[in-house]
T-cell receptor, first 113, second 111 residues
Framework: DQQVKQNSPSLSVQEGRISILNCDYT??????FLWYKKYPAEGPTFLIS?????DKNEDGRFTVFLNKSAKHLSLHIVPSQPGDSAVYFC????????????FGSGTKLNVKP | KAGVTQTPRYLIKTRGQQVTLSCSPI?????VSWYQQTPGQGLQFLFE???????NKGNFPGRFSGRQFSNSRSEMNVSTLELGDSALYLC??????????FGSGTRLTVV
């Protein structure tokens, strides 16, 4: 059973515009969430995280929003750049289980020049 | 500092064979986790080792096993390979309570 879902397998955005990637989860015990970016032939690289005590975390062009009541998080990239084209995974873990993460299936972002 | 190193990068095996993959974590990281990535399935958690002990386990059959050595290096083994085991196997190391740093993975193809 997929506890973390990314329902959009792909997203195409024009350079300079906002990219919004969505992620839903089912387990109310999840309290720590991360986003990873993955280029072909490379391992995922950490982008940004958020814990359940916050509803927003910002790092440069990347902002993650967490809506606990809806069990939904989103990653906003503003402005989008061609180099952002990659597969983005969201991941979640539960209290006291820091190192077991549940990953979504990924969203492939294409930023067009 | 050196990142997470996985060897080999690519591997082709025949059904029924067994395979061992290796992962060297970032120096000082004591937790090593393994994931399987297949198209459309995202990353599926295999297991996590900490101080030579398996601390977390995913929902994979017993053909998948692992171990960790005293220097934190880890190996995972898959016995009696099946075609469906073809995947990218990712290893990640972390400090306690932190996020992962992933290696580049081992691409396993079973023919």
């Amino acid at each position: 059973d997929q506890q973390v879902k990314q329902n959009s397998p792909s997203l195409s955005v024009q350079e300079g515009r906002i990219s919004i990637l969505n992620c839903d989860y089912t387990n109310s015990m999840f309290d720590y969430f991360l986003w990873y970016k993955k280029y072909p032939a490379e391992g995922p690289t950490f982008l940004i995280s958020i814990s359940s005590i916050k509803d927003k975390n910002e790092d440069g062009r990347f902002t993650v929003f967490l809506n606990k009541s809806a069990k939904h998080l989103s990653l906003h990239i503003v402005p989008s750049q061609p180099g952002d084209s990659a597969v983005y995974f969201c991941a979640a873990s539960g209290r006291g289980n820091f190192n077991k993460f549940y990953f979504g299936s990924g969203t492939k972002l294409n930023v067009k020049p | 500092k050196a990142g997470v190193t996985q060897t080999p990068r690519y591997l082709i095996k025949t059904r029924g064979q067994q395979v061992t993959l290796s992962c060297s974590p970032i120096s000082g990281h004591r937790s090593v986790s393994w994931y399987q990535q297949t198209p459309g399935q995202g990353l599926q958690f295999l297991f996590e080792y900490f101080s030579e002990t398996q601390r977390n386990k995913g929902n994979f059959p017993g053909r998948f096993s692992g171990r960790q050595f005293s220097n934190s290096r880890s190996e995972m083994n898959v016995s009696t390979l099946e075609l469906g085991d073809s995947a990218l196997y990712l290893c990640a190391s972390s400090l306690e309570g932190g996020g992962y740093t992933f290696g580049s993975g081992t691409r396993l193809t079973v023919v």
